[in-house]
Structure formats: C-alpha cells, structure tokens
C-alpha cells in the first residue's frame, strides 16, 4: 500500500510538472499525509553521538543537521568556508544541499515521496499551510514560546505565521515590505509636496503627465492584481480572500473592491496608469524605472530601495526614487511570512537538539547571528572599528557580500553585539524607515480541500473581470454581477466557511 502512494504522488508531482511548468509546479507541491506515518525513523542518525548539553534545558548536542536552501550563500560565494566556520563554532556537520530555486519545490516534493528528506528546509505562505495541514512538518510552537528570542520578535509576525494558533515555522527574517517611489527630482521641478491624499496623488500623477517631458509612464506596475503592487488604487481592499477582524472574507467580492476597481478604471481611461499594466512583469516595470520614463513605482524596501536608486542614477543624473509614506486611504503590505520548517519525519527529541543548536543559533543576537547575517570574518567581511565591511564577493569580485542567510537589516531579533554594525546606503535606510513604520504583516492563508480545486478557476476569473474594467471594456457594476454569479458557481461559500474554521 505504502508503494502506491508513494507511486501516485510520484506520478502527481511529475505530470504537474510537466503539464504546468516548474514554477507553478512549485507552488502547488502538495507532501504526502504523515499524520500516522512512521515518524523519526531516519533521521536520528548521529543522536546517540551527542557530545555535550546546552545549559539549563539539557539538550544533547546533534552530531549533524541536514539542511536543504535554494537562496543565500552558494559555493562560489563561500558557502563550504561558511559550513566550514559553522561546524567549528558548535561542532555539528551540516549537510547542506542548494537546490536552485525554480526545481527547490519539486525536489522537496520527490523528497517526501521517496522518504529521503532533509531535516530542515524553509518553506514560504502557502507551502507551509499546505505542509501544515498534512502532518509533514513539525508543530514548534511550545519551542518557540519557550525560546530565548521569542520576546524579542515583533508579536505581529508570530500572529501572521501562525497557522489556527500553532507556529510551524521559524522567520529567517521579517518578510519584505513595499513602499511607493516616486520621482522625487520631479517634485522638486514642479515645487510639488509629497502627496498625503489620493486627490493630491493623482494630481501629482496628473503633473508629471502633462509637466514632466521625459515622463512616458506615469504610474507602472506588474499587473492589477494585487493591492500591494497598487495601494494608492486598492485602498485596504483585497483582490483574494483575507483576514480582517478575526475573520477571512473574500477580498474580490466586497464593496471597497467594487471602489478600487473604478478608481484603476477612471485612472486608466485618464492615461494616468501604465497602458500596458495588464501584461506586465516585473522586469519591463524595473527597466522602465531604470531607464527614467517612470514617475511612481511601488516595490520592495530596503535592499531594493538602494537598487532602484542606485540604477536609476546611473541613466538619469541626479534623479531620486523618494521612498514616500502611505497617502491616508493606502495600506502598505508585507509580504506573506515563511521560514524554517523541521520535517515530521525528525523525532521529538532530534527536532528539540535542531531548534536550540541551529534555530536559537541562528538569533542568538551574538555570534550565531552574526554568522548567519554576514558570514565569515575575512572571507564575507572584516572588522573596521565597530563597524562590519563587506569583502568582494568571491564569485566575481565586483559585488560585495551584504548577507549570508539573514539579510541583516531584516533580522527578527535584534543584535546584541555592539561592535558589528552595519552601514546602509541612505536609499535603503530611508525606505526601510517607511515600512517598518506603517506596513502590515498579512496573515498565511489556512488550507482549505475547496479552495485548493477551485482557485485556477477563481482566479482567472477574477483576472479577467478586473482586466477588463481597467481597460474600460466592463463596468464595475457588470464586474460585481459576473463575479457573483462565479462565486455561487464555484461555491466561495464553502471556501469561507473552511478558512474560518466551519466547513469540515
């Protein structure tokens, strides 16, 4: 019987991956159920090795961790000198493999089927419910309650990563955060101030259209689905299902919605939006902005803050991307939380030793976290008074390693050591200083068996109305009956009634 399972999910894994692609294959992996499987049975090699304890909690150290990543340092980048420095600071052997990112979930899903999966391995929103729900990652929540950083993390993200209360996952950093630039060389010309309301934003869309001769695109973004691509239009409304006040609602069918989409449409119709927002990627939205045809972008803080800035100026002298605070009707949104799961297969007592020597390590606030942030000293960076210096990344030289696992400004716990300070550009600063001001974390979205079978359909359906408001083809009251009538036919009554807890 176990064969055929293991055959069938096989077979599932592989044909959804050819029929779909890698990349959607990777977000729709489901693992094999383990609620009564055969927990601990592989992957207490080297327990019986253990050499030492940790403090009061008596823990015994693992001989080794096995550790699947497909982002952070690669072997050209350091990876084997990191490994290397990790095993001499706590005597464990990390057994690492880099899997690259558009086959990571496919492998791990082969992984579970053939019942040769690593210990730890991180999973992002939707993956980690899906694992969740499954019984294939262990629940650590009473680990992490009881560990050292856990008072030290914003409350915030242990709410958005929980899953109906139970923590499955560690952060390896706060999720990323947008924020809207804008051309702020361009409100100097125009003597303009920030905008602070939505009358004042599209008056500034408005001027740089009509006042700004190099100004080819007002306002770009990566499609219209998504209201952190689009706060300024979306106004605290939501394309999918979401959580507010306790209780998940499907974004697309309520009022302010129906508002947002007029909004894009009016804006739209005015030449004020991108005319070719409904096709967009991500890449023709960056180049744009690069090239300095683009008066208002909205994207990731920190890191990226620097990058669009940076590459901005090189074309455009003296141009400015002015990371600018929410107009009062805008929302900025993080992105959904992932983490570090340990798999279901690790026995109790083994997931204990991962969680105090690798967990714990990685935001112990002083040498572990310094390790997983920056790397190794004269290989990733070099003391300069108290202060941390990027060495030339090994790969090619001309870049500078700024992190390793942890991007250093976006660690969940605080460094507690004084002397390993990190300077920032003044663009990366600066935006950062907006999103950890006012953006929200947004909750992971639980399993639910109906909308797993119905949301290809729901969102193309859903894609398809809003494009053709924007573009003026459908009127928003025509949109809201169409939806309606898709809603009751793919039964989004049921879906809401499983996310919130009512509907098994």
Sequence with gaps: ??????????????????????????????PPDFSAGNKGSSADAGNNQADSTSGDKNIAKPASISWWTHDGLNKENGAEEWFAEFEKFTGI?????????NEYYIKLGLAFASKEIPEVFDLNGSNLARYASQGAIHDL??????????????????????????????????????????????????????????????????????????????????????????????????????????????????PDMAAAMQRMQDAYREGLLD???????????RDAWYEGKVGVF?????????????????????????????IQEATYYFSPPGGYCISSQVSDKKAE??????????????????????????????????????LPNLADGATVTTSAWITPWLAISPLEVTDKKIKQADAVVNSLAVTDKYAKQVAITPVSDALNRISSDLDRAKSSILARVVMGEMTVDAAVEEYRKVAEELNVEQVLKELNGSGY
């Design 93 to 101: 052997h990390l057994d690492h493999q880099f899997i690259s990112n």
């Design 353 to 390: 030793q991962i969680f105090e020597y690798f967990f714990e390590y990685m935001h112990d606030g002083g040498e572990g976290q310094v390790l997983f942030q920056s790397g190794v000293e004269g290989v990733h960076w070099e003391q300069d008074g108290d202060m941390i210096k990027p």
């Design 275 to 285: 005319r070719q927002i409904i096709t967009n990627t991500t890449t023709t939205c």
């Design 1 to 30: 019987m176990k064969s055929k399972i293991v055959n069938k999910l096989l077979a599932a894994v592989l044909g959804a991956c050819v029929v779909l692609g890698a990349a959607a294959c990777s977000n729709h992996d489901n």
């Design 298 to 326: 909205t994207y990731w803080s920190g890191k990226w803050g620097g990058t669009l800035q940076e590459k901005l100026e090189v074309n455009n002298a003296g141009a400015i991307a002015q990371p600018i605070e929410p």
């Design 141 to 254: 929540t009473d680990l992490v309650r009881n560990a050292d950083f856990y008072d030290k993390v914003d409350p915030a993200l242990w709410e958005a990563i929980a899953i109906d209360g139970k923590i499955y996952a560690v952060p390896e950093e706060i999720p990323s955060a947008v924020v809207t630039y804008v051309r702020g060389d361009w409100l100097e010309r125009l003597g303009m101030d920030v905008p602070a309301t939505y009358e004042e934003f599209l008056e500034m869309l408005r001027r740089f259209k009509d006042e700004i001769p190099e100004c080819e695109i007002c306002l770009t973004a990566p499609g219209v689905g998504s209201e952190r691509g689009l706060p300024e239009f979306y106004q605290g409304a939501h394309f999918g299902f979401a959580k507010v006040n306790g209780e998940w609602i499907d974004g697309f069918a309520q």
